[in-house]
């Protein structure tokens, strides 16, 4: 317990904190979450291999704050499961003691923690890609906080309840990708697309998101409500794309100054997927409005005369 205090009070002067209001509240955006940080090195302490030599590593730098300890991840855990798998320790016994003196969560997801810890500032996720079998490396970045998405995260909260790490995780990546599928999502969050298509369905009823397209090219980006609160209307129209009758009307305008358009030219054109594209394409081609000659990647589409 004197080992995390002292620990703890050298964080304490790295930690810069403001305050933002959010409603009725006065929300504090810290730089470095300070209960991420403990759980963070309650588990690096609690799951090291004490069988190899080494020591706890905790680093910080102008980039973000670092830890490490001897060891590869928990037999069963990887890279790929981190956020989902069975709550394990590699030294039950310390873990037990640990939770009992109030250190850790006693639901064993203090991963949960770390990652809230980052997204609901609208930080990056935690980075554990540094890995490997010998140690586990944990980077926290220090960026600043995105307060837009703060006071959602926030105004959520307020009505509905602590929002779920896997929408936070969603929410996280559309704030920087934009527009992306479920398939495109579920390797972040670590469920299947069935779960995820779930999460994803929840945000659009709250107003978070809004879907475009049906199937499995179905995309989704932050709704013209978010854009909007954040000042960036301009930047939801880009996102959205053109409607349909418009995005024919440009295919056509492409072949007539072209001479032809392959899917990947649509795809760039209209700013859609593969399957979007194809069906554009396969529309037009319906219609008698253009031809198609060659088969899958070969496939050019020409105007019908």
Not at 40 to 49: G, M, P, Q, T
Not at 84 to 112: C, F, H, M, Q, Y
Not at 173 to 183: D, V
């Amino acid at each position: 317990m004197e080992t995390f205090e002292e620990i703890e009070k050298q964080f304490k002067p790295w930690v810069i904190e403001e305050e933002i209001q959010v409603g009725l509240f006065r929300v504090p955006v810290p730089n470095y979450d300070r209960r991420a940080f403990r759980e963070a090195l309650v588990n690096a302490l609690v799951h090291r291999d004490f069988s190899r030599l080494g020591a706890i590593y905790v680093k910080i730098s102008d980039d973000g704050l670092s830890i490490s300890n001897p060891g590869g991840f928990v037999e069963g855990v990887t890279l790929n499961n981190l956020l989902v798998a069975d709550p394990r320790s590699r030294n039950p016994l310390l873990a037990d003691a640990i939770k009992r003196i109030g250190l850790a969560e006693r639901t064993g997801r203090g991963i949960d923690r770390i990652y809230e810890g980052m997204l609901r500032y609208g930080r990056p996720a935690p980075d554990y890609s540094m890995s490997d079998d010998y140690t586990v490396s944990l980077f926290l970045a220090n960026v600043a906080a995105d307060l837009d998405f703060l006071k959602m995260v926030v105004e959520q909260d307020d009505k509905l309840g602590n929002m779920p790490i896997d929408s936070l995780i969603i929410l996280s990546r559309l704030r920087e990708e934009r527009r992306l599928t479920t398939a495109d999502l579920a390797p972040s969050v670590q469920k299947p697309e069935a779960s995820v298509r779930s999460s994803l369905e929840k945000l659009v009823e709250t107003g978070f998101l809004e879907p475009h397209g049906a199937g499995r090219g179905r995309t989704y980006t932050l709704s013209a409500r978010l854009y909007q609160k954040a000042g960036q209307r301009a930047e939801y129209i880009r996102q959205v794309g053109f409607a349909p009758i418009q995005q024919e009307q440009m295919v056509l305008n492409y072949i007539d100054k072209n001479g032809s358009i392959k899917r990947g030219d649509a795809m760039d054109l209209c700013h859609l997927n593969g399957p979007q594209a194809y069906r554009l394409l396969k529309k037009l081609t319906d219609k008698a409005l253009i031809k198609k000659s060659g088969e899958k990647k070969h496939a050019v589409y020409t105007r019908k005369s």
